[in-house]
């Protein structure tokens, strides 16, 4: 049974909305939202708005004004307790005369932890863990980034019923329908960077941008990155074009001539030297690392079958998988499936995955999925990333 009422859910479950508000406009910050109540009713709320914004409990603290004296605060992540872009909000918590703080998680910041114990320390009543998984979920991204210095990476595919994720002669658009597409949409706008192969960038010739859908206006686009081992797609494809999306990274073999490389330099793009593997790819492992170092706490993959094999066999990287799958059968051999490669030699060697959803997008099957070995809850390493 939960030490919590029905109430004190409901509060918390209302922040957690409120922090969802700041999908794609908070990075590199986490998600947060706060809600005070007194009395069994909410009297103030608030969520951070993004960088040198005030964060969420100091929002509903100015909303509630003298109201705050004696109330309980609910917000999904430990308050700061350091000065940063903003002042501390446990400082600003304690002044209010809040009584009690319900917070899911702790924050894994070094920097801006200790909040519980420097409220509990001034008189304040604590209480963590309060719908901790649901928060925990809210923020993988930031979560990862900051206990790993790597980016959460989500991999987004769509295919037939057969697995098949264009037709024999290549034609893909579109195999899913418009829900699904649009909910692919809703992840670009909230993810640092949107990264493809050089198959994809060729063949497509995609924006790789994200897209407003109903009433969301885009402060800002997302990275795009593309996989060119040897500096050979053309600078005329929409990537280059900063007209259609966010600023473009190119991440190439350290081998490349360095006057290729300048030469996209010279247009005002980002070119990333990056160790090969012992067969002569990209390292994945050595991209991540180096997403992570610039502040890229999010990656969506967009694979071709090659890179996708790559990303979830080779060289797993992935955290989060979104397949769609449309009511439709395309068939044959060779034509191209969701996860191309080599294949494996055993069932031994698979690589599991714990379905965590399954919905539907429209007419289109969605599966949500963790890969083996992807982010997990109450996971940590040392720290790379502040």
């Given at each position: 049974m939960t030490r919590w009422t029905p109430k004190q859910l409901g509060f918390m479950k209302d922040a957690i909305r409120l922090a969802r508000r700041g999908w794609g406009l908070v990075s590199p910050n986490p998600l947060v939202g706060a809600v005070l109540a007194k009395n069994n009713r909410p009297i103030a709320s608030g969520w951070h708005r993004g960088p040198g914004q005030p964060h969420a409990e100091i929002m509903a603290l100015t909303e509630a004004g003298k109201k705050a004296q004696g109330a309980e605060l609910y917000v999904n992540l430990e308050p700061c307790a350091h000065t940063g872009r903003t002042?501390?909000?446990?400082?600003?918590?304690?002044?209010?005369?809040?009584?009690?703080?319900?917070?899911?998680?702790?924050?894994?910041?070094?920097?801006?932890?200790g909040g519980a114990a420097y409220l509990e320390s001034h008189g304040v009543e604590v209480d963590r863990g309060l719908m901790a998984y649901e928060a925990w979920e809210l923020n993988q991204f930031f979560l990862k980034w900051t206990t790993a210095?790597?980016?959460?990476?989500?991999?987004?595919?769509?295919a037939s019923l057969d697995g098949k994720i264009s037709s024999r002669l290549g034609d893909s658009r579109w195999i899913t329908d418009k829900p699904a597409r649009n909910f692919g949409h809703v992840i670009r706008a909230g993810v640092d960077a949107i990264l493809i192969g050089r198959t994809t960038a060729f063949k497509d010739d995609p924006e790789l941008s994200a897209r407003p859908w109903g009433k969301r206006k885009m402060h800002r686009q997302p990275w795009r990155v593309v996989l060119d081992p040897h500096l050979k797609l053309p600078l005329t494809l929409k990537i280059f074009n900063p007209d259609y999306g966010g600023p473009t990274a190119v991440a190439c073999l350290e081998e490349?001539?360095?006057a290729d490389?300048?030469?996209?330099?010279?247009?005002?793009?980002?070119?990333w030297p990056i160790a090969k593997t012992p067969s002569g790819l990209i390292s994945l492992y050595d991209l991540m690392a180096k997403l992570g170092q610039v502040q890229i706490q999010s990656v969506l993959l967009e694979p071709g079958a090659t890179l996708a094999y790559s990303a979830l066999v080779e060289q797993p990287v992935v955290d989060l998988v979104?397949?769609?799958?449309?009511?439709?059968?395309?068939?044959?051999?060779?034509?191209?499936?969701?996860?191309?490669?080599?294949?494996?030699?055993?069932?031994?060697?698979?690589?599991?995955?714990?379905?965590?959803?399954?919905?539907?997008?429209?007419?289109?099957?969605h599966l949500m999925v963790r890969p083996?070995?992807?982010?997990?809850?109450?996971?940590s390493s040392p720290s790379g990333a502040n």
């Open positions: 002042g501390p909000c446990v400082e600003a918590i304690v002044e209010a005369g809040v009584k009690k703080v319900f917070y899911s998680i702790d924050d894994p910041n070094e920097a801006a932890r210095g790597l980016p959460f990476v989500i991999l987004k595919t769509a490349t001539d360095p490389q300048a030469k996209i330099r010279a247009l005002g793009h980002e070119v979104h397949i769609f799958l449309a009511p439709i059968f395309l068939g044959g051999h060779d034509t191209p499936s969701m996860v191309g490669g080599s294949g494996l030699e055993s069932l031994s060697q698979a690589k599991g995955a714990e379905i965590l959803k399954i919905g539907r997008k429209g007419p289109d099957i083996a070995g992807g982010f997990s809850p109450g996971e």
